[in-house]
Every structure is written in C-alpha cells, then in structure tokens.
C-alpha cells in the first residue's frame, strides 16, 4: 500500500504491515521515517488510550443509568408516600369536622338540658342552625321548645297533653317534635 504524508516522501508498507523505508530523491535513507514510526507509536498510543475512554464511558453510562432509575424509583416511592400522606391528611379532616360536630352537639345537649328539652328532642335537631357562640340566644330558643314551658300569657307550667282549658290538645309533643323536624 502507498501512502503519503503532507510535506513527505511517499513511504511503502508490504502486505504483511513491515515498513520499507523511503528514500528521498537522491535515493539515502530519510531521516524522517524514525519520526514517522514515534508519530505512528504515539497514535497507537492515543487510539488505545481512546478505546480505554470508550470501555470507561460504556461502563459508567451503565452506573449512571442504574442510578438514574434508581432515582425515578425512589421518586415513585415518593409521590407514593406524597399521595398517602394526602390520604391521612384528608381522613384527619373528616376527623376534625365530626369532632367539631360532636362538641356541638355536646354543646347543644347542654343547653337542651338547661331549657328543660328532652335529649331525644335535641337529638333530631340540626347543630348547624343554632349559633353556638351566642349561648343565652341559644339558651332561650331551646326554652321554646321545652314541653313543659310557661305559657305566654303568664300561666305555669301545664301538662303538653292537655290545652289550657283542661281539653285534649290537637298535636301531642311526639307529633311536634316530628313537624319541627320537618
């Protein structure tokens, strides 16, 4: 094979990768084949340092790759933890409200027992339409439905069953805790 070189007298190889060396134009031995034979060293030098480079790069582009699913699964554990911590977190607010419901209750089974309301009669009440924080307002509202109230006109207390003129009333207490209920 016949090769050259820029600024270099052509240089032959056998078959068999044995140089021959060049000869210049007056035919002597050239001097720059030593300097070929050093460049061509050092390229095979730098060609397997290249090859070295190419392995360490495969085999770290292997660990890199490891680590990177790795991570993708360590972010997957983490959004599962994210999307169960949503979960306790909505459960505790469910939580939160029906404490908050039951305190009202409590409350209101109080009062109810201070205005003389039977605690069936105060079960069937919705908390939500009585405001708490106003607990004298409350107080007299529930008084009002006491079945054993004074009478507005400045009578005492009077059995529910019968009217003021000692007559059977038209609605029983049952049946009206069922209208106001309604």
Same mark, same amino acid.
């Given at each position: 094979?016949?090769?050259?070189?820029?600024?270099q007298?052509?240089?032959?190889?056998?078959?068999?990768?044995?140089?021959s060396?060049?000869?210049?134009?007056?035919?002597?031995?050239? +001097?720059?084949s030593? *300097?070929?034979? @050093?460049l061509?060293?050092?390229?095979?030098? #730098?060609?397997? %340092?290249?090859?070295? =480079?190419?392995?360490?790069?495969?085999?770290?582009?292997a660990i890199?790759?490891?680590h990177?699913?790795?991570?993708? +699964?360590?972010?997957? *554990?983490?959004e @599962?933890?994210q999307?169960?911590?949503k979960? #306790?977190?909505? %459960?505790?607010?469910? =939580?939160?409200?029906?404490?908050?419901?039951?305190?009202?209750?409590?409350?209101?089974?109080?009062?109810?027992?201070? +205005?003389?309301?039977?605690?069936?009669?105060?079960?069937?009440?919705?908390v939500?339409?009585?405001?708490?924080?106003?607990?004298?307002?409350?107080?007299?509202?529930?008084?009002?439905?006491?079945?054993?109230?004074?009478?507005?006109?400045?009578?005492? +207390?009077?059995?529910?069953?019968?009217?003021?003129?000692?007559?059977?009333?038209?609605?029983?207490?049952?049946?009206?805790?069922?209208?106001?209920?309604?």
């Amino acid at each position: 094979m016949l090769t050259t070189g820029e600024g270099q007298e052509p240089e032959t190889t056998t078959a068999n990768g044995q140089e021959s060396e060049a000869t210049n134009s007056a035919g002597q031995d050239s +001097a720059p084949s030593d *300097e070929i034979r @050093k460049l061509r060293a050092e390229a095979a030098k #730098y060609r397997v %340092e290249r090859n070295e =480079l190419r392995q360490w790069r495969e085999q770290n582009e292997a660990i890199i790759s490891a680590h990177n699913e790795r991570v993708e +699964a360590e972010k997957s *554990e983490l959004e @599962k933890a994210q999307e169960q911590m949503k979960n #306790y977190q909505s %459960e505790l607010d469910a =939580l939160k409200q029906q404490n908050a419901l039951a305190e009202k209750r409590i409350a209101l089974t109080a009062l109810g027992q201070k +205005a003389g309301v039977p605690a069936e009669a105060i079960a069937l009440l919705n908390v939500d339409s009585f405001d708490l924080s106003d607990e004298a307002a409350t107080l007299e509202l529930l008084k009002t439905l006491a079945p054993n109230r004074p009478k507005a006109n400045g009578g005492g +207390a009077s059995n529910p069953a019968q009217s003021p003129s000692g007559g059977a009333l038209a609605e029983t207490p049952e049946q009206w805790f069922k209208r106001m209920r309604g």
